[in-house]
Structure formats: structure tokens, C-alpha cells
């Protein structure tokens, strides 16, 4: 709207100024023609003006640095609940067939290789005869040990001290027949049954004996072994395992067929 009000007023003004210089004496026209030429240019030059401002000066405005959060952060806390949580549980499952063992990774922990069932090594403490243990996980969660004695290659490791005895808290049996009573069982009633044998017998401290000519003689003993008050159960996981056992008050007999 400006700019044709400027049009129309600068045409009206050169319209004015033609009309002077036609009708004006003649010595006097190049006087107006100067004029009409100085106020061209003069119109020109205000009407150009705004445009020839000087821009304003610019001041760049710098924004704080947003420091975004690493998105490791959450899934490091994750896995570490996780490994915290894999911890606690392979601690009861030791303690319940060795109450002052410990522990450590023998390496870093890997917690995908953990997830996907692979075997990972742990070094023990207090457990007997044992110094490693393999830890695997199943499919639902689940979690097994088997342990190891690895001796090193410049001679047999020191036995470890017997085992104290079981304290009064409860005790898991499972995870102890799991852990320890397996193993020493199998063993020992695969040779017995190899020379003509279908029982024998445990008693109270956990040693394992057989009947010769009305004597007890004793073939293994059971490391941390329940004691008394658990042989209800005992006899109860064994049954599990094949096996037939009767408790009394003195002692678990054990007998299979041959």
C-alpha cells in the first residue's frame, strides 16, 4: 500500500513538473529541467532508502548442549538385579549342603551365555573335598550344580578340614541329595549291586555302611549329611530316584533291585 501511494505521488510530481517546463519562458526551462531531474532523482533515492538500511546486527543465540542420557544406563541396572538375584540363589543352593561355603566367579560373569544355558565355572570355598562348581540354567529358570575337585598339575590339593556340624536351621534336602548324596549313593550302589549287595544302610551321622556276619562296616560317609530329623524326607527323595527306603529311629535303609 505504501509503495503505490509513493508511485502515484512521485508520478503527479513529474506530471507538474512537465507542465511548468512547457509553459514556462524558455530561459527559464533549464532551470526546471534541473529541478525536474533533481527531484527524479531525489524521489529515487527516498524511495530506494528503506532498502538500503543496514540490516540488524544478529546475534546468534546458543542453546545449552543437552546431554542425552545413555540408553545403557536402565539395561545395565537389569542385568545387574539379575546377576545379583543369580547370586543369592546359587548361595542357598550350596549352603544347604555346605552352610559356611562361599564363592566367586571364576571369570566374569556373562550374563546371555547364562540365559542360553551355557555352562559357567565357579570356584568354591568350604565344601569339602569339591574346589569348582559348574552352574547351568534351564529353559524355566532353573538352576544346577555339579561339583568338581580340580587338582593343580603340580600335586594333589590339601583336603579340607570335616565338615562342621549341620547347623539347626532348616535344611534343603533336595538341593543336598542334588549336590552331595547323589553321586556318593550312585557310586557306591552300582559296585555294591555289582558283587551280589541290594541294601545298605545310613545312620544319624551320615556314614554308609553295609551287614557282614552281624557287623556294621562302614564303605563312604556323607559329607553335611541332614541327620535324623530329616530321614522322613530323605527317604522320600530317594523313593524319587528309584530307590526303596525305610526310616527308623537309628538308622535310612536303602535296598534296589538287583
Request: charged residues 20%.
Amino acid at each position: 500500500m505504501k509503495k503505490s501511494k509513493s508511485m502515484l505521488f512521485f508520478r503527479a510530481v513529474v506530471a507538474i513538473l512537465l507542465v511548468i517546463t512547457l509553459f514556462a519562458p524558455i530561459q527559464n526551462q533549464a532551470l526546471v529541467l534541473g529541478i525536474i531531474v533533481f527531484g527524479i532523482l531525489g524521489t529515487v533515492f527516498l524511495s530506494m532508502l528503506p532498502r538500503l538500511s543496514l540490516p540488524k546486527r544478529i546475534i546468534p543465540v546458543i542453546k545449552p548442549k543437552k546431554y542425552a542420557k545413555s540408553s545403557k544406563e536402565p539395561e545395565d541396572n537389569i542385568r545387574l538385579a539379575l546377576l545379583c538375584q543369580l547370586s543369592h540363589r546359587v548361595t542357598e543352593k550350596l549352603h544347604s549342603a555346605y552352610p559356611d561355603a562361599t564363592w566367586d566367579w571364576e571369570k566374569r560373569p556373562d550374563l546371555d551365555r547364562i540365559l542360553d544355558g551355557k555352562t559357567t565355572r565357579l570356584s568354591i570355598f568350604h565344601t569339602g573335598e569339591f574346589t569348582h562348581a559348574e552352574m547351568t540354567m534351564d529353559a524355566h529358570g532353573s538352576i544346577q550344580l555339579q561339583l568338581l575337585r580340580l587338582e593343580p598339575l603340580h600335586g594333589p590339593s590339601a583336603k579340607g578340614a570335616p565338615g562342621k556340624e549341620q547347623p539347626s536351621e532348616t535344611v534343603d534336602c533336595s538341593s543336598w541329595y542334588e549336590l552331595v548324596g547323589s553321586s556318593v549313593l550312585m557310586n557306591l550302589i552300582t559296585d555294591l549291586n555289582a558283587r551280589g549287595y541290594s541294601s545298605l544302610s545310613i545312620n544319624d551321622k551320615g556314614d554308609l555302611f553295609i551287614i557282614e556276619d552281624g557287623n556294621p562296616i562302614v564303605k563312604d560317609t556323607l559329607q553335611n549329611f541332614p541327620g535324623k530329623a530329616y530321614f522322613e524326607e530323605l527317604a522320600a527323595i530317594l523313593e524319587e530316584n528309584e530307590l526303596q527306603a525305610t526310616a527308623n529311629e537309628q538308622t535310612l535303609v536303602l535296598s534296589w533291585n538287583q
